[in-house]
């Protein structure tokens, strides 16, 4: 009798580690499956120099997608949908004269995108973690290459939407002359465009 019960003991005590167990086991396997992007987090803001003086500075908005991620097998994927119609400056005059012809020509293009093609990774003693993205950045009607670079990447379980969601900050640097936006470059407005991307993503 006295061995029985101490059986059901030592096995009752085990109920609570198991479940936990099981429990984080459940978060990590649902790392590796698919994940909508959540648009309040999710932004592309870019900065270029203003004739050697000071720095424009815009972003993008409402930005949709699906990030599929598998940190064990050191896989991802995530595609983009950027609503070119989002963007703020700050300057509504300003706003106007990006989105024209001479700039983003939101009328005749009115959505960028961005499909990766391969994820990098690094290891150190606290796991593996992303490092870089590559993928084909399409935007004006043209699609170019870029690679973004991760400054920080992450998931962690939403104590809110009580579900994982992994997300980060990328940052890429890009000449706009390869999408066919050049207006300004002659009169000594550079070329290149600093994006800044952040994106958080919740387990579908």
């Known amino acids: 009798m006295n061995q029985i019960s101490l059986s059901t ?3 009752s005590s085990r109920k609570p580690l198991l479940a936990l167990s099981i429990s984080m086991l459940g978060i990590a396997s649902s790392q590796a499956r698919t994940y909508d992007i959540d648009p309040t987090h999710t932004n592309v803001r870019f900065a270029i120099d203003h004739f050697n003086t000071s720095t424009n500075t815009g972003g993008f908005y409402n930005i949709t997608g699906q ?19 989002s963007l703020n400056t700050g300057n509504t005059a300003f706003d ?15 959505l960028a995108q961005f499909e990766s093609t391969k994820w990098y990774f690094t290891t ?8 870089k ?6 935007l004006h009607g043209k699609t170019n290459p870029i690679t973004l670079t991760a400054t920080k990447f992450n998931c962690y379980l939403n104590p809110i939407l009580k579900k994982p969601v992994c997300g980060g900050d990328f940052t890429t640097t890009i000449d706009r002359t390869k999408w066919g936006i050049s207006k300004y470059t002659l009169l000594g407005i550079t070329e290149k465009v600093q994006l800044n991307i952040q994106i958080e993503a919740a387990k579908r």
């Open 124 to 131: 150190d003693g606290s796991g593996s973690n992303v490092s």
């Open 9 to 11: 003991v030592i096995l």
């Open 96 to 110: 106007i004269t990006l989105k024209s012809a001479d700039f983003f020509d939101i009328e005749q293009f009115p």
């Open 67 to 85: 990030l599929d991620y598998d940190p064990a097998a050191k896989t991802g994927n995530i595609s983009l949908v950027i609503p070119l119609n």
């Open 133 to 138: 993205v590559d993928g084909m950045l399409t």
